[in-house]
């Protein structure tokens, strides 16, 4: 076989492989006519600062200029929070989540999202610091800070199929509060994770 005659034929399969991942692409995966509802929770918040010390050793110490010594060093991160999610009286999710960043020193995100069945849903939500500070390091630390948030929600919606109930944090008002609308993925298609 000629090396032109090779070269036509690599381009054609090409051709006809990238126009079958087009058409495949478009195919759609979820049953048809399987319309759902969905609980989505999406939000960000700064969290609870917290700063935790500890005495360095005297190995730790030694080779240290005299000038450049502390007794203590001390690093500052956010606090993670516990998160509880109830949905019509069937505990979803119980998960501690972590601020985002190496040190966890940056806001918190949190993204999660539940299918459901068209209907009337009672969502209950519990999003507190967990009690990782000791209270000494706490309240010496908190001096002058805003008090630590603990963000609930108790509510009942009643959802459209292909509708959207989205759980947010207000941060105005300080609290967690539901949107609805938007149009709800169908099973199969992704969803995210905020962790």
């Known amino acids: 076989m000629s090396r032109p005659l090779r070269l036509s034929l690599a381009a054609a399969l090409a051709a006809a492989t990238t126009v079958a991942i087009g058409a495949l692409s478009q195919v759609p995966w979820a049953t048809e006519g399987a319309e759902v509802s969905a609980i989505r929770l999406s939000w960000r918040t700064r969290g609870e600062p917290v700063e935790e010390c500890r005495k360095l050793t005297a190995e730790e110490l030694e080779g240290v200029p005299v000038h450049m010594r502390r007794e203590e060093v001390c690093e500052a991160r956010i606090a993670p929070y516990r998160l509880k999610l109830t949905v019509d009286g069937g505990l979803i999710e119980e998960s501690t989540v972590h601020a985002s960043g190496a040190r966890e020193d940056r806001p918190i995100y949190v ?69 609805r609308g938007g149009p709800a993925r169908r099973s199969g298609e992704g969803s995210g994770d905020g962790e």
């Open 111 to 179: 993204y999660r999202e539940l299918q459901v069945e068209p209907g009337q849903h009672r969502i209950q939500i519990s999003f507190v610091p967990e009690a990782d500070a000791t209270s000494a390091d706490r309240a010496r630390h908190d001096r002058g800070r805003r008090a630590s948030e603990h963000l609930g929600l108790d509510e009942v919606v009643d959802l459209e199929a292909g509708e959207v109930a989205l759980v947010t944090y207000d941060p105005r008002q300080r609290v967690l509060e539901i949107r």
